[in-house]
């Protein structure tokens, strides 16, 4: 067997694009806490070195100041500002490491907001079309539509407009895959363990080239865990598990809310192409859930 999708944000329809504030192109998606400006994501980098450097120059003014008072450290007068400079010392550092963790946070949403780029896009090019076209586009955008099973092979039913799978043939495996496909970005979904019997149960990732099939799981391309297998996950009824598909860095991770344990795996590319697709195989009496 070989190693075995997002939640966008949609922007509101606006008329006028905020610019950058260094380059002026109307492509500003993000907005500096601390000045308040808006900046490209390039540009946006660049004023984060900028007050970096900053913020070390004024580091090397301090140490040089405090060397210069440390020579008349025997002087009592000098004990207070010396304090009074070692709280500026913690404060900068503080505001520097709040500025990391800000930029972070940024780099973390960027990816969630580039795949609503075509969307916004699209939305702002209707000009004078109705809503109703707005709302065609809306409803054929993957990224909207992709919490959802949608193949099934071995007589599984699929409920609640495909957010729940079920397999009540006992002579047949079900084989599922969502229709969300994945070849860019960092996506998360959640799957509920709503019924399990302890039998077969695997879960993971195929390439969407590859057909869907009775024993998918042993094809080059798939990748992912069995239940049970060598690779020790465990589930019980109402488990909750999160799977992570990271397209940049390319591997997929699993964690078990209940136990805290998780797991991950390196995709081949040449072996598991993009786009990849959610894939489940599991037999009788057990029913699974996509958690919006």
């Known amino acids: 067997m070989a190693a075995v999708s997002a939640t966008t944000s949609e ?40 007050l970096s450097t900053e913020l070390d120059a004024l580091a090397d003014e301090h140490d040089t100041f405090k060397q210069t008072l440390n020579q008349t450290e025997a002087d009592p007068r000098t004990h207070e500002l010396i304090h009074r400079i070692d709280a500026w010392e913690n404060e900068s550092k503080q505001k520097k490491l709040r500025s990391q963790a800000v930029f972070e946070k940024w780099l973390k949403d960027y990816s969630n907001r580039e795949r609503t780029t075509y969307l916004t896009s699209e939305i702002l090019n209707v000009g004078q079309s109705s809503w109703n076209n707005s709302k065609k586009i809306l409803h054929r955008h993957p990224q909207l539509q992709w919490k959802k099973f949608e193949q099934v092979s071995g007589y599984a039913q699929l409920q609640d407009e495909g957010m729940v799978v079920i397999q009540n043939n006992n002579q047949y495996m079900a084989h599922v895959r969502g229709k969300g496909e994945y070849s860019r970005g960092v996506h998360k979904i959640q799957l509920k363990i709503e019924n399990f019997n302890n039998g077969f149960f695997f879960f993971g990732i195929n390439s969407k080239s590859t057909p869907i099939q009775n024993n998918s799981n042993t094809t080059p391309s798939s990748y992912g865990w069995l239940v049970g297998g060598n690779n020790a996950v465990y589930l019980h009824v109402n488990d909750i598990i999160e799977l992570e598909l990271d397209c940049y860095r390319r591997f997929i991770r699993m964690q078990n809310r209940r136990s805290g344990r998780q797991h991950e795996l390196p995709i081949e590319l040449d072996k598991c192409q993009f786009p990849w697709v959610l894939q489940l195989i599991f037999n009788y009496g057990t029913r699974i859930r996509i958690i919006p």
């Open 11 to 50: 922007r509101p329809p606006s008329t006028v694009k905020a610019s950058c504030t260094i380059c002026f192109k109307p492509i500003g998606i993000l907005r500096c806490e601390g000045c308040q400006k808006i900046f490209c994501f390039s540009d946006l980098t660049q004023h984060r070195n900028q």
